[in-house]
């Protein structure tokens, strides 16, 4: 067993490496990342919204490089960062609304996820944050805004030369199915998971008729095991700490249906570079075996309670944890920047053979 802790160590002390050198840039024709979908991808773009569902405060971002609460919902980086970083591009992905960015800024990439938002467009009304069709209406505008800045046949190189990430999903299922009954009074969940599936592959096919061809299709985690959703299937009982299979089970089949659509839509798209992200498997072998990652808590966050806390519940005022590392998750809901990191690592082998075949 100790052994085998070694290795790890190693594996992560030789990947640390890789990441802060950017391994890939040498390797592959990426110029720019696209990042789509939800509060796992969303670097800040619900700073400049009314809406509750945010985190530019302390103690979110309190192990982000000066302490700054970015509005990430973690303690620190998402993965996208540690894949801008991989790729040698950039540190961080900033978010899209930001008035600041500068024309460097926008030419790497820009996120315009928002936290809270799903492929069904009554999701984001629960919050009041932003659809995924506003998403890409906000990238359209980022087209012709370049176009404008450095002209169009640069701009039609550097999408050409573009990596689209979308993650999306989670909040569909949790909030607007099973947490609001909203949609569970009109479909069954088989019928509501082919819904979010035709929108998301609708979603896909805009990039594909806008000519990106590279696009990474991130699946649904455990979502049984989010802290939150335990709190709430437990009621009264808190010594009830295990994951709701029910909820998890239909990511499960969600990610199976997704991944065969992709494979069909590579099969019919021989121009085309479009890759299944698994994130389920890793985040639950984290909460099976959390010793062999260097974890310790996997039911419960780091602030506060960790059962109840997230966003505007997870405040300045909200005790945390001596160290976020040792928690899978960073709320009741988010991961930490240490399992976003481990999360990172565990999928370079994809990401090596997704960057190595990318299409222009």
């Known amino acids: 067993m100790q052994l085998i802790l070694l290795l790890h160590v190693a594996l992560l002390l030789r990947f640390s490496d890789t990441v802060a050198g950017g391994f890939l840039r040498s390797r592959t024709n990426t110029s720019a990342l696209f990042i789509f979908g939800d509060s796992t991808v969303d670097s ?180 049984g095991c989010v802290p939150a959703v335990i709190t709430l299937d437990s009621g009264n009982d808190s010594n009830n700490c295990a994951c709701l299979e029910e909820l998890s089970a239909v990511a499960r089949d969600y990610n199976r249906q997704l991944q065969a659509k992709i494979l069909e839509l590579q099969s019919n798209n021989r121009r085309t570079n479009v890759a299944y992200i698994d994130i389920y498997k890793p985040i639950d072998d984290f909460i099976k075996r959390p010793q062999f990652y260097g974890f310790e808590v996997v039911n419960r966050g780091c602030c506060g309670s960790g059962v109840i806390e997230v966003s505007i519940l997870c405040n300045i005022e909200t005790s945390v944890c001596n160290d976020a590392s040792k928690y899978v998750f960073w709320d009741s809901v988010h991961p930490t920047q240490a399992a976003y990191y481990k999360l990172f690592l565990s999928l370079i082998p994809v990401l090596n053979q997704f960057f190595a075949n990318i299409i222009i």
Not at 170 to 176: K, P
């Open 44 to 223: 800040g773009n619900n700073d400049f919204l009314p809406t509750v569902g945010k985190s530019n405060f302390p103690p979110y971002g309190q192990d982000f490089p000066g302490q700054i609460p970015t509005g990430r919902f973690t303690n620190g980086r998402l993965v996208t960062d540690y894949i801008v970083s991989y790729l040698g591009i950039k540190e961080f992905i900033p978010p899209y609304l930001d008035p600041t960015l500068t024309i460097d800024d926008l030419k790497t990439g820009v996120c315009f996820a928002s936290a809270g938002t799903g492929f069904d467009p009554l999701t984001a009304k629960i919050i009041g944050v932003i659809p995924m069709e506003k998403q890409l209406e906000n990238f359209r505008e980022y087209k012709l805004r370049m176009e404008s800045c450095i002209g169009k046949p640069k701009t039609q190189d550097l999408l050409r030369r573009s990596t689209v990430v979308i993650s999306a999903g989670t909040n569909d299922f949790i909030e607007n199915y099973f947490l609001i009954p909203i949609q569970n009074k009109t479909y069954t969940i088989s019928a509501y998971e082919s819904l979010l599936l035709q929108l998301e592959m609708q979603f896909i096919q805009e990039f594909l008729d806008m000519g990106i061809r590279n696009i990474a299709v991130v699946g649904l985690p455990p979502m």
